[in-house]
């Protein structure tokens, strides 16, 4: 994903009005009396989420959906980091004392806490990033699906293993699993709910303490979540949030944490990695990606189309998961575009606190540069704009069409670079290994889509395709959604995994007991060296014929 940004200061827009040729995305109509910024993010509000947060000074967050300021939050100094990662290694210790399975019960109680209580994370969410609150709730449905899966699993995760000594019966291995301790982690703007809490959980149920900064323009929604989290039983000094610019805050919480736990962009993350490196501590980085979606020419062409929509504009685009590239079938290339274009261009867009919205905004004026130069610059190399093309500053200051690029060519910067908003370009392929090719030729490998109405082809292709997560007959959630499976990148779309066994064993230290009983493992019982060394030889030969592993 592209780099962290930190402040929107874009003018209020005007709302509601479609442009005035008529044409392009409809709006979606705002219901009565919709809840406004004023209404959710009260003083009383900001109070509350900023209770034990310490800062030296203060900065302001900022919607996009209209550029006016919601709160003023307490902005921290590299010796506020130091002070946070003080309380938090003194908590910790205490909490990794606290058996697993009353840690693990935590998160089960937030999870019910977050499906009774959702409308106030839906509306910060909305605020904090402008996305459609369909797409909000995604942030929703992931962070429920965490706090289950290892509020479920952590305690058979974590629990101590048995494994076969050097000589079995005589030498009993046991592996254990240790907190690291404190665990830095800097968490996006993009996803500020999945991102920031999701990632977390699974290193609380391991028993360490994080010291996290968020995105400033989306601290408020990682601050809900852990006066949440609070409520459902975490030691309150356990999670830390500092605040504060990037580049003074973010390598504070690096160069202090026992494990360093990044979200963001590839250039970012190889910074995150080599100061890790340096102190010899691990890290895990989600980084960039510019995804393909592959419709092969027996595809169901509806849904497949209505799979692409979903893959490359919810949360307009600005998902490091999301499809970039779109290579089909030339054989259907024509009916698949008819398809895909026509309910491309019926997306309503919207930015109310409510349901109707098809998509939202961008998130920062950053953003809306980035993608106004992709599209520019296409397009006065040769490529045809198939449907948007343009931002809507009649919605608001930061609304773009979702876009649909034909004839992009590798000279444009649409081709190869992250655009990380809603647009994406068309190519057409006439063989498998082509598509595979193609989808295969950038440094990054984060998620791939395969779309065919035969499911083994679908997934042998699948398998060739060098990324984390392929979906098939989806775009991302399918992948993502699935808990009990890795989710990470390969190239320069990152190091670690998320979810699974792996997302929270990273968080652990391992550590091997080897008790040997009876005899030692060195010559004994009269016999000398070369007597034991025949000896061991002749037993070596027996366990490989006893199959022993």
């Given at each position: 994903?592209?780099?962290?940004?930190?402040?929107?200061?874009?003018?209020?827009?005007?709302?509601?009005?479609?442009?005035?040729?008529?044409?392009?995305?409809?709006?979606?109509?705002?219901?009565?009396?919709?809840?406004?910024?004023?209404?959710?993010?009260?003083?009383?509000?900001?109070?509350?989420?900023?209770?034990?947060?310490?800062?030296?000074?203060?900065?302001?967050?900022?919607?996009?959906?209209?550029?006016?300021?919601?709160?003023?939050?307490?902005?921290?100094?590299?010796?506020d980091?130091?002070?946070?990662?003080?309380?938090?290694?003194?908590?910790?210790?205490?909490?990794?004392?606290?058996?697993?399975?009353?840690?693990?019960?935590?998160?089960?109680?937030?999870?019910?806490?977050?499906?009774?209580?959702?409308?106030?994370v839906?509306?910060l969410?909305?605020?904090?990033?402008?996305?459609?609150?369909?797409?909000?709730?995604?942030?929703?449905?992931?962070?429920?699906?965490?706090?289950?899966?290892?509020?479920?699993?952590?305690?058979?995760?974590?629990?101590?293993?048995?494994?076969?000594?050097?000589?079995p019966?005589?030498?009993?291995?046991t592996?254990?699993?240790?907190?690291?301790?404190?665990?830095?982690?800097?968490?996006?703007?993009?996803?500020?709910?999945?991102?920031?809490?999701?990632?977390?959980?699974?290193?609380?149920?391991?028993?360490?303490?994080?010291?996290?900064?968020?995105?400033?323009?989306?601290?408020?929604?990682?601050?809900?979540a852990?006066?949440?989290?609070?409520?459902?039983?975490?030691?309150?000094?356990?999670?830390?949030?500092?605040?504060?610019?990037?580049?003074?805050?973010?390598?504070?919480?690096?160069?202090?944490?026992?494990?360093?736990?990044?979200?963001?962009?590839?250039?970012?993350?190889?910074?995150?990695?080599?100061?890790a490196?340096?102190?010899?501590?691990g890290?895990?980085?989600?980084?960039?990606?510019?995804?393909?979606?592959?419709?092969?020419?027996?595809?169901?062409?509806?849904?497949?189309?209505?799979?692409?929509?979903?893959?490359?504009?919810?949360?307009?685009?600005?998902?490091?998961?999301?499809?970039?590239?779109?290579?089909?079938?030339?054989?259907?290339?024509?009916?698949?575009?008819?398809?895909?274009?026509?309910?491309?261009?019926?997306?309503?867009?919207?930015?109310?606190?409510?349901?109707?919205?098809?998509?939202?905004?961008?998130?920062?004026?950053?953003?809306?540069?980035?993608?106004?130069?992709?599209?520019?610059?296409?397009?006065?190399?040769?490529?045809?704009?198939?449907?948007?093309?343009?931002?809507?500053?009649?919605?608001?200051?930061?609304?773009?069409?979702?876009?649909?690029?034909?004839?992009?060519?590798?000279?444009?910067a649409?081709?190869?670079?992250?655009?990380?908003?809603?647009?994406?370009?068309?190519?057409?392929?006439s063989?498998?290994?082509?598509?595979?090719?193609?989808?295969?030729?950038?440094?990054?490998?984060?998620?791939?889509?395969?779309?065919?109405?035969?499911?083994s082809?679908?997934?042998?292709?699948?398998?060739?395709?060098r990324?984390?997560?392929?979906?098939?007959?989806?775009?991302?959630a399918?992948?993502?959604?699935?808990?009990?499976?890795?989710?990470?990148?390969?190239?320069?779309?990152?190091?670690?995994r998320?979810?699974?066994?792996?997302?929270?064993?990273?968080?652990?230290?391992?550590?091997?007991?080897?008790?040997?009983?009876?005899?030692?493992?060195?010559?004994?019982?009269?016999?000398?060296?070369?007597?034991?060394?025949?000896?061991?030889?002749?037993?070596?030969?027996a366990?490989?014929?006893?199959?022993?592993?």
């Amino acid at each position: 994903m592209t780099d962290s940004q930190d402040s929107t200061t874009a003018p209020a827009g005007a709302t509601g009005t479609a442009p005035a040729d008529g044409s392009g995305n409809p709006v979606a109509a705002a219901p009565s009396g919709a809840r406004t910024a004023a209404d959710v993010v009260t003083p009383a509000l900001v109070a509350e989420l900023t209770r034990g947060v310490r800062g030296s000074g203060t900065t302001a967050c900022h919607t996009p959906l209209t550029g006016e300021k919601l709160a003023d939050l307490p902005e921290s100094t590299p010796e506020d980091v130091a002070a946070a990662f003080d309380r938090a290694r003194e908590a910790q210790r205490a909490w990794a004392a606290v058996p697993v399975r009353r840690r693990a019960a935590v998160l089960l109680r937030f999870h019910d806490l977050v499906l009774s209580r959702q409308t106030e994370v839906l509306d910060l969410i909305q605020l904090e990033t402008g996305k459609a609150r369909l797409h909000a709730h995604e942030e929703v449905q992931s962070v429920a699906v965490a706090a289950r899966h290892y509020g479920r699993k952590a305690p058979s995760y974590l629990r101590p293993k048995r494994h076969t000594g050097a000589i079995p019966t005589l030498t009993k291995v046991t592996e254990l699993r240790h907190p690291r301790g404190v665990v830095g982690q800097i968490a996006p703007w993009n996803y500020p709910f999945e991102l920031s809490v999701g990632d977390a959980l699974p290193a609380f149920a391991a028993g360490n303490a994080v010291v996290m900064k968020p995105d400033t323009e989306t601290a408020l929604t990682a601050l809900w979540a852990r006066r949440l989290l609070i409520e459902a039983g975490l030691p309150e000094d356990v999670w830390q949030i500092v605040i504060g610019d990037g580049p003074v805050v973010g390598p504070e919480v690096t160069d202090r944490g026992d494990y360093v736990s990044f979200t963001g962009s590839t250039r970012t993350g190889r910074e995150v990695a080599q100061r890790a490196a340096a102190r010899l501590v691990g890290c895990s980085l989600e980084l960039g990606g510019k995804n393909a979606m592959l419709v092969l020419e027996d595809a169901d062409l509806d849904k497949a189309a209505a799979g692409a929509v979903r893959g490359a504009f919810s949360s307009a685009g600005q998902l490091c998961i999301s499809i970039e590239r779109l290579y089909v079938h030339e054989t259907v290339a024509d009916a698949f575009l008819e398809r895909f274009v026509a309910r491309t261009r019926a997306m309503r867009l919207g930015g109310s606190l409510a349901y109707g919205a098809d998509m939202g905004s961008l998130v920062s004026q950053r953003q809306m540069e980035t993608v106004t130069r992709h599209v520019e610059e296409a397009v006065s190399k040769g490529a045809k704009v198939l449907t948007g093309g343009r931002a809507r500053p009649d919605i608001g200051p930061l609304f773009y069409e979702p876009t649909v690029l034909d004839g992009v060519e590798s000279p444009m910067a649409v081709c190869g670079e992250e655009t990380f908003g809603p647009v994406v370009s068309v190519y057409r392929f006439s063989e498998e290994d082509e598509a595979v090719e193609l989808a295969n030729a950038t440094p990054y490998g984060l998620n791939a889509s395969v779309w065919s109405t035969n499911g083994s082809r679908a997934r042998a292709l699948a398998a060739r395709i060098r990324t984390g997560t392929v979906n098939v007959n989806e775009g991302y959630a399918s992948a993502y959604g699935s808990a009990q499976a890795p989710m990470g990148g390969m190239g320069d779309s990152g190091l670690g995994r998320r979810h699974g066994s792996e997302g929270i064993l990273k968080y652990t230290e391992p550590q091997t007991v080897a008790h040997q009983r009876v005899l030692p493992m060195a010559p004994s019982l009269g016999m000398d060296d070369a007597s034991y060394a025949a000896f061991m030889s002749r037993s070596l030969k027996a366990l490989k014929v006893l199959r022993f592993r």
